[in-house]
Nanobody, 122 residues
């Protein structure tokens, strides 16, 4: 069964950090670009970041540039999202998804995880 599983979410104070993980089972991530999306209550799902299959290309939403870093370890079949200087507006459910080429459109992605909650609050 092809599956993506996110982990690492939680409650953090403003200015704090979290590292999200996206682990694949049942298939290899080697040939997939991986995107991170987030969805806050009452808002549309938005693209946060994406990394190419080789890891050689990354992109970020303007709202997270300079604060978030995406990386991958193909040997561990895992992609990470390091989130620093977190703000209350980063609060959302974060999802990882797999596709053949990075895209900001969520419907271009073939496989999705179940999501992990990130809450930034004092």
């Amino acid at each position: 069964q092809l599956q993506l599983v996110e982990s690492g979410g939680g409650l953090v104070q403003p200015g704090g950090s979290l590292r999200l993980s996206c682990a694949a089972s049942g298939f290899s991530l080697d040939y997939y670009a991986i995107g991170w999306f987030r969805q806050a209550p009452g808002k549309e799902r938005e693209g946060v970041s994406c990394i190419s299959s080789s890891g050689g290309s990354t992109n970020y939403a303007d709202s997270v540039k300079g604060r978030f870093t995406i990386s991958r370890d193909n040997a561990k079949n895992t992609v990470y999202l390091q989130m620093n200087s977190l703000k209350p507006e980063d609060t959302a459910i974060y999802y990882c998804a797999a596709t053949y080429g990075c895209s900001s459109r969520w419907n271009d992605y073939d496989y999705w995880g179940q999501g992990t909650q990130v809450t930034v609050s004092s």
